[in-house]
């Protein structure tokens, strides 16, 4: 936890076999839940996952359930938006989580019975998120090219400053460009421009980055099953 408030990340993971490892045992400790959504992989990622699922890097203090909404004279309304919630799932790819006893494992293991992308993998991440009322929610991907040593930052102003989402911004660094490749970086420019263009937010940079953080409230605003992501 950071501050008081649950962290989960959600680490969308396709034919990540040789990477997979290293994202699990270089997660901070404040992160509650790693919540790995394998998308139908092709190699060993799911079978590298299980593994970890025995190790020290699957203990957890904190259990974590769904809380279910007891029915009163006054909250009509939020019964009902919870019985949306539930039924929300099957407009998602079909999926099973691999845990024994995923309310006290801190590795969570979702594999999506057929290939449905990043962005249906986050969103799958996501919903499990949303359904345990994780506070803040980020993103990182299975390649292990995110920092772990960054994700405190991005998390931070969604649980202290009240903040819905958050993005990292690789634009920034002094050595952008000499690290990321030109083509990559003049197209992730121009991208980042037309955003704000179309956006009016004219503080968006590097709209490209899968580095993200989200708060509970804007997971629970938005439709999760129709997200769509494109990162680089």
Request: proline letters at 4%.
């Amino acid at each position: 936890m950071l501050y008081g408030k649950t962290i989960a990340v959600v680490v969308p993971a396709y034919n990540e076999e040789k990477q997979i490892g290293r994202v699990i045992e270089t997660m901070p400790p404040f992160v509650d839940r790693i919540i790995i959504v394998n998308d139908h992989s092709e190699d060993e990622t799911e079978k590298i996952v299980k593994s970890y699922l025995k190790t020290k890097h699957n203990h957890t203090d904190l259990t974590i359930t769904k809380n279910e909404t007891q029915p009163t004279f006054y909250n009509e309304a939020d019964i009902l938006l919870e019985e949306l919630n539930k039924k929300e799932l099957k407009y998602f790819t079909p999926s099973k989580i691999l845990n024994a006893n995923p309310e006290k494992e801190r590795i969570i293991l979702i594999t999506n019975t057929k290939n449905t992308g990043v962005g249906g993998s986050i969103a799958r991440g996501y919903k499990w998120c949303k359904d345990h009322e994780i506070d803040c929610a980020a993103v990182m991907a299975g390649d292990g090219q995110m920092d772990p040593n960054e994700l405190e930052s991005i998390c931070l102003p969604v649980i202290r400053e009240n903040i819905d989402y958050v993005k990292g911004n690789r634009l920034m660094h002094g050595s952008a460009n000499y690290f990321i490749p030109k083509t990559r970086f003049l197209g992730n420019s121009v991208l980042s421009l037309i955003t704000k263009i179309a956006s009016g937010y004219w503080r968006i940079s590097d709209t490209q980055t899968g580095y993200t953080a989200i708060s509970l409230k804007a997971l629970r605003s938005i439709k999760l099953y129709k997200i769509s992501v494109v990162s680089d």
